[in-house]
């Protein structure tokens, strides 16, 4: 299980985000949970995103509803992603500019 979404073959499909889970062509008000209680995999993929992972049974619900599993988060992965970018060998540092 891959909790990068659209890393591999099995990845979350139900992630807990407002614009993976609700159809681009729809207008839904703040109490429309019609998309929030669905059972039916995101119409959008948040390709990259990660969510928050296994539970301390080392298990994953995949249900929207469930945002302590399932919401994409950038503070409980900052480290985890930090060491990861420092392993990207295609990124030339020296042509990086700064903007003052």
């Known amino acids: 299980?891959?909790?990068?979404?659209?890393?591999?073959?099995?990845?979350?499909?139900?992630?807990?985000?407002r614009g993976a889970s609700i159809?681009?062509?729809q207008n839904p008000s703040c109490s429309d949970r019609t998309w929030l209680v669905s059972r039916d995999p995101n119409p959008n993929i948040a390709t990259g995103a990660?969510?928050?992972?296994p539970s301390l049974s080392d298990s994953y619900n995949d249900a929207r509803d469930n945002a302590l599993q399932g919401e994409p988060t950038t503070t409980s992965s900052a480290l985890f992603t930090g060491l990861?970018?420092?392993l990207d060998s295609n990124t030339n540092y020296t042509t990086l500019t700064s903007f003052t």
């Open 1 to 17: 299980m891959s909790y990068l979404v659209g890393y591999g073959s099995v990845y979350p499909k139900k992630v807990h985000h």
């Open 23 to 25: 159809p681009a062509n």
């Open 50 to 53: 990660l969510v928050g992972g």
């Open 84 to 86: 990861l970018s420092g």
